[in-house]
T-cell receptor
Framework: GAVVSQHPSWVICKSGTSVKIECRSL??????MFWYRQFPKQSLMLMAT?????????EQGVEKDKFLINHASLTLSTLTVTSAHPEDSSFYIC???????????????FGEGSRLTVL | AQSVAQPEDQVNVAEGNPLTVKCTYS??????LFWYVQYPNRGLQFLLK??????LVKGSYGFEAEFNKSQTSFHLKKPSALVSDSALYFC?????FGGGGNKLTFGTGTQLKVEL
Protein backbone atom coordinates (compact mmCIF):
# COMPACT_ATOMS: atom_id res chain seq x y z
CA GLY A 1 0.00 0.00 0.00
CA ALA A 2 0.88 3.65 -0.17
CA VAL A 3 3.22 5.02 2.49
CA VAL A 4 2.71 8.24 4.38
CA SER A 5 5.52 9.49 6.57
CA GLN A 6 4.93 11.91 9.42
CA HIS A 7 7.61 13.73 11.38
CA PRO A 8 8.29 14.24 14.21
CA SER A 9 6.68 11.36 16.08
CA TRP A 10 7.06 13.10 19.42
CA VAL A 11 7.62 16.73 20.24
CA ILE A 12 7.71 18.59 23.52
CA CYS A 13 7.76 22.36 23.47
CA LYS A 14 7.36 25.32 25.75
CA SER A 15 4.17 27.32 25.83
CA GLY A 16 4.25 30.16 23.30
CA THR A 17 6.52 28.48 20.79
CA SER A 18 5.53 27.18 17.36
CA VAL A 19 5.81 23.60 16.20
CA LYS A 20 5.86 22.30 12.65
CA ILE A 21 4.72 18.79 11.72
CA GLU A 22 5.49 17.36 8.30
CA CYS A 23 3.49 14.84 6.33
CA ARG A 24 4.99 13.25 3.24
CA SER A 25 3.62 10.80 0.72
CA LEU A 26 6.60 8.62 -0.09
CA UNK A 27 5.59 6.59 -3.12
CA UNK A 28 2.68 8.48 -4.59
CA UNK A 29 1.47 11.98 -5.27
CA UNK A 30 -1.23 13.37 -3.06
CA UNK A 31 -3.16 16.36 -4.30
CA UNK A 32 -5.19 16.21 -1.11
CA MET A 33 -4.07 15.56 2.43
CA PHE A 34 -6.12 15.64 5.60
CA TRP A 35 -5.10 16.67 9.11
CA TYR A 36 -6.79 15.11 12.10
CA ARG A 37 -6.56 15.65 15.81
CA GLN A 38 -7.21 12.86 18.25
CA PHE A 39 -7.83 13.26 21.95
CA PRO A 40 -7.22 10.37 24.34
CA LYS A 41 -9.70 7.55 23.85
CA GLN A 42 -11.62 9.56 21.30
CA SER A 43 -12.20 9.47 17.60
CA LEU A 44 -10.40 11.47 14.97
CA MET A 45 -11.51 15.03 14.50
CA LEU A 46 -10.92 16.38 11.01
CA MET A 47 -9.19 19.72 11.30
CA ALA A 48 -8.61 20.67 7.70
CA THR A 49 -8.24 19.50 4.14
CA UNK A 50 -4.95 20.44 2.56
CA UNK A 51 -4.93 21.00 -1.18
CA UNK A 52 -1.72 21.26 -3.15
CA UNK A 53 -1.14 24.77 -4.44
CA UNK A 54 -4.14 26.33 -2.74
CA UNK A 55 -5.40 27.35 0.67
CA UNK A 56 -6.47 24.70 3.10
CA UNK A 57 -10.12 24.19 3.90
CA UNK A 58 -10.70 24.28 7.63
CA GLU A 59 -13.49 22.57 9.51
CA GLN A 60 -15.83 24.63 11.61
CA GLY A 61 -14.32 25.62 14.92
CA VAL A 62 -10.71 25.16 13.88
CA GLU A 63 -8.65 28.34 14.12
CA LYS A 64 -6.91 29.04 10.84
CA ASP A 65 -4.34 31.33 12.38
CA LYS A 66 -3.59 28.83 15.08
CA PHE A 67 -3.12 25.81 12.86
CA LEU A 68 -1.31 26.87 9.71
CA ILE A 69 -1.37 24.37 6.88
CA ASN A 70 0.82 24.52 3.82
CA HIS A 71 0.72 22.05 0.94
CA ALA A 72 3.59 23.26 -1.19
CA SER A 73 4.12 20.15 -3.28
CA LEU A 74 2.35 16.96 -4.28
CA THR A 75 4.25 15.02 -1.64
CA LEU A 76 4.44 17.36 1.33
CA SER A 77 1.97 19.05 3.63
CA THR A 78 2.90 20.78 6.87
CA LEU A 79 0.91 21.70 9.94
CA THR A 80 2.29 24.47 12.13
CA VAL A 81 0.83 24.95 15.57
CA THR A 82 1.52 28.59 16.32
CA SER A 83 2.00 29.98 19.81
CA ALA A 84 1.26 26.59 21.28
CA HIS A 85 -0.43 26.27 24.65
CA PRO A 86 -1.01 23.24 26.87
CA GLU A 87 -4.54 22.81 25.52
CA ASP A 88 -3.01 22.20 22.08
CA SER A 89 -1.36 19.05 23.41
CA SER A 90 -2.76 16.20 21.39
CA PHE A 91 -2.07 13.49 18.84
CA TYR A 92 -2.06 14.89 15.32
CA ILE A 93 -2.44 12.55 12.36
CA CYS A 94 -2.19 13.27 8.67
CA UNK A 95 -3.57 11.22 5.82
CA UNK A 96 -3.44 11.29 2.08
CA UNK A 97 -5.89 10.23 -0.55
CA UNK A 98 -4.61 7.99 -3.28
CA UNK A 99 -5.77 8.91 -6.74
CA UNK A 100 -4.78 8.15 -10.29
CA UNK A 101 -3.55 4.70 -11.13
CA UNK A 102 -3.64 3.59 -7.52
CA UNK A 103 -7.38 3.92 -7.24
CA UNK A 104 -10.16 6.43 -7.00
CA UNK A 105 -12.21 5.01 -4.19
CA UNK A 106 -11.30 7.49 -1.49
CA UNK A 107 -9.14 5.15 0.51
CA UNK A 108 -6.94 7.05 2.91
CA UNK A 109 -3.46 6.17 4.06
CA PHE A 110 -2.32 7.55 7.37
CA GLY A 111 0.90 8.76 8.85
CA GLU A 112 2.08 7.38 12.16
CA GLY A 113 0.94 10.45 14.04
CA SER A 114 2.73 13.13 16.02
CA ARG A 115 2.34 13.42 19.77
CA LEU A 116 2.57 17.08 20.80
CA THR A 117 3.06 18.00 24.43
CA VAL A 118 3.09 21.67 25.33
CA LEU A 119 4.52 22.47 28.73
CA ALA B 1 -24.67 14.43 5.57
CA GLN B 2 -22.83 11.22 6.29
CA SER B 3 -22.40 9.63 9.69
CA VAL B 4 -21.13 6.48 11.31
CA ALA B 5 -22.10 4.85 14.58
CA GLN B 6 -20.08 2.35 16.56
CA PRO B 7 -22.40 1.45 19.41
CA GLU B 8 -19.82 -0.36 21.54
CA ASP B 9 -16.98 1.48 23.25
CA GLN B 10 -15.31 -1.81 24.09
CA VAL B 11 -15.58 -5.43 23.04
CA ASN B 12 -14.02 -8.22 25.05
CA VAL B 13 -13.46 -11.66 23.59
CA ALA B 14 -11.44 -14.72 24.48
CA GLU B 15 -8.63 -15.77 22.19
CA GLY B 16 -9.79 -18.30 19.65
CA ASN B 17 -13.39 -17.13 19.78
CA PRO B 18 -15.05 -15.26 16.93
CA LEU B 19 -15.27 -11.49 17.23
CA THR B 20 -17.65 -8.89 15.87
CA VAL B 21 -17.24 -5.13 15.99
CA LYS B 22 -20.40 -3.31 15.00
CA CYS B 23 -20.82 -0.37 12.66
CA THR B 24 -23.85 1.31 11.15
CA TYR B 25 -23.85 4.21 8.73
CA SER B 26 -25.99 6.89 7.20
CA UNK B 27 -25.44 8.45 3.76
CA UNK B 28 -27.46 10.16 1.07
CA UNK B 29 -26.12 8.13 -1.82
CA UNK B 30 -24.18 4.90 -1.97
CA UNK B 31 -21.54 4.39 0.68
CA UNK B 32 -17.89 3.63 0.49
CA LEU B 33 -17.13 1.89 3.77
CA PHE B 34 -13.81 1.31 5.49
CA TRP B 35 -12.33 -0.28 8.58
CA TYR B 36 -9.11 0.92 10.14
CA VAL B 37 -7.16 -0.30 13.16
CA GLN B 38 -5.05 1.82 15.49
CA TYR B 39 -2.42 0.59 17.91
CA PRO B 40 -1.32 2.83 20.83
CA ASN B 41 0.48 5.99 19.74
CA ARG B 42 0.34 4.97 16.11
CA GLY B 43 -1.50 6.11 13.03
CA LEU B 44 -4.37 4.21 11.48
CA GLN B 45 -3.83 1.13 9.39
CA PHE B 46 -6.22 0.20 6.63
CA LEU B 47 -7.96 -3.16 7.07
CA LEU B 48 -10.56 -3.41 4.36
CA LYS B 49 -13.10 -1.54 2.30
CA UNK B 50 -16.43 -2.01 0.58
CA UNK B 51 -16.99 -0.13 -2.66
CA UNK B 52 -19.25 -2.34 -4.71
CA UNK B 53 -19.73 -6.00 -5.56
CA UNK B 54 -19.78 -8.85 -3.06
CA UNK B 55 -21.24 -7.92 0.27
CA LEU B 56 -18.62 -9.94 2.12
CA VAL B 57 -15.29 -8.22 2.00
CA LYS B 58 -12.06 -9.86 3.10
CA GLY B 59 -9.19 -7.80 4.39
CA SER B 60 -5.90 -7.88 6.22
CA TYR B 61 -4.99 -10.15 9.15
CA GLY B 62 -7.96 -12.47 8.61
CA PHE B 63 -10.60 -9.80 9.11
CA GLU B 64 -13.71 -9.56 7.04
CA ALA B 65 -16.79 -7.37 6.99
CA GLU B 66 -20.27 -7.78 5.64
CA PHE B 67 -22.10 -4.97 3.94
CA ASN B 68 -25.82 -5.06 4.67
CA LYS B 69 -27.69 -2.38 2.79
CA SER B 70 -31.09 -3.00 4.36
CA GLN B 71 -29.66 -2.68 7.85
CA THR B 72 -27.13 -0.01 6.84
CA SER B 73 -24.46 -1.97 8.63
CA PHE B 74 -20.86 -2.94 7.99
CA HIS B 75 -19.82 -5.11 10.93
CA LEU B 76 -16.22 -6.25 11.24
CA LYS B 77 -15.66 -9.92 11.95
CA LYS B 78 -12.94 -12.46 12.50
CA PRO B 79 -13.52 -16.19 12.98
CA SER B 80 -10.80 -16.67 15.59
CA ALA B 81 -9.46 -13.77 17.62
CA LEU B 82 -5.83 -13.35 18.62
CA VAL B 83 -4.41 -11.43 21.57
CA SER B 84 -2.48 -9.36 19.03
CA ASP B 85 -5.79 -8.16 17.56
CA SER B 86 -6.30 -6.04 20.67
CA ALA B 87 -6.45 -2.47 19.41
CA LEU B 88 -8.78 0.42 18.62
CA TYR B 89 -10.96 -0.12 15.56
CA PHE B 90 -12.56 2.62 13.50
CA CYS B 91 -15.32 2.36 10.95
CA UNK B 92 -15.49 5.11 8.33
CA UNK B 93 -17.79 6.10 5.52
CA UNK B 94 -17.59 8.25 2.44
CA UNK B 95 -20.75 9.35 0.69
CA UNK B 96 -20.67 9.04 -3.10
CA PHE B 97 -23.43 11.63 -3.39
CA GLY B 98 -22.89 15.36 -3.29
CA GLY B 99 -19.17 15.62 -3.80
CA GLY B 100 -17.13 16.50 -0.73
CA GLY B 101 -13.98 15.06 -2.15
CA ASN B 102 -12.46 12.13 -0.33
CA LYS B 103 -13.52 13.25 3.11
CA LEU B 104 -14.15 10.32 5.40
CA THR B 105 -16.32 10.39 8.47
CA PHE B 106 -15.11 8.18 11.30
CA GLY B 107 -17.00 6.45 14.04
CA THR B 108 -16.04 6.95 17.66
CA GLY B 109 -13.96 3.79 17.72
CA THR B 110 -14.31 0.45 19.48
CA GLN B 111 -11.60 -0.86 21.76
CA LEU B 112 -11.15 -4.57 21.17
CA LYS B 113 -9.60 -6.56 23.98
CA VAL B 114 -8.70 -10.17 23.35
CA GLU B 115 -7.74 -12.16 26.42
CA LEU B 116 -6.16 -15.56 26.90
Amino acid sequence: GAVVSQHPSWVICKSGTSVKIECRSLDFQATTMFWYRQFPKQSLMLMATSNEGSKATYEQGVEKDKFLINHASLTLSTLTVTSAHPEDSSFYICSASVTGTMGRTGELFFGEGSRLTVL
Amino acid sequence: AQSVAQPEDQVNVAEGNPLTVKCTYSVSGNPYLFWYVQYPNRGLQFLLKYITGDNLVKGSYGFEAEFNKSQTSFHLKKPSALVSDSALYFCAVRDTFGGGGNKLTFGTGTQLKVEL
